[in-house]
């Protein structure tokens, strides 16, 4: 079992930018895949960005790309979402979440974390 907790959501303003950071315990069979999904408000839960189980490949859905970055520190199993020039429609619950597998855009993910809330707005 994986347990997942993401911290660093806020209250941020137009073109601010934002790390979010979500812990991992649990597990002793390695690193999992990493992902970021986000459920703005009246919107379904979607796809961030996923950094790979092994090599570190990462990957981007449209709305993160260029602006958003993805990195994880193995020794401390912690994955971080850099989110630059955010705007308000970025104002979303931001679940972080692990697999084995790490279906790129998909939201089959096996474990989930609570969620940290980013608002965006002037």
């Known amino acids: 079992q994986v347990q997942l907790v993401e911290s660093g959501g806020k209250l941020v303003q137009p073109g601010d930018s934002l790390r979010l950071s979500c812990a991992a315990s649990?597990?002793?069979?390695?690193?999992?895949?990493m992902g970021w999904f986000r459920q703005g408000p009246g919107k379904d839960r979607e796809y961030v960005a996923s950094i790979n189980r092994y090599d570190g490949g990462t990957f981007y859905a449209d709305v993160a790309k260029g602006r958003f970055s993805i990195s994880r520190d193995t020794a401390k199993n912690t994955v971080f979402l850099q989110m630059n020039n955010l705007k308000p429609d970025d104002t979303a619950i931001y679940y972080c979440a692990a697999d084995q597998d790490g279906p790129v855009g998909s939201l089959d993910w096996s474990y989930w974390g609570q969620g940290t809330a980013v608002t965006v707005s002037s």
């Open positions: 649990g597990h002793t069979d390695g690193p999992y895949a």
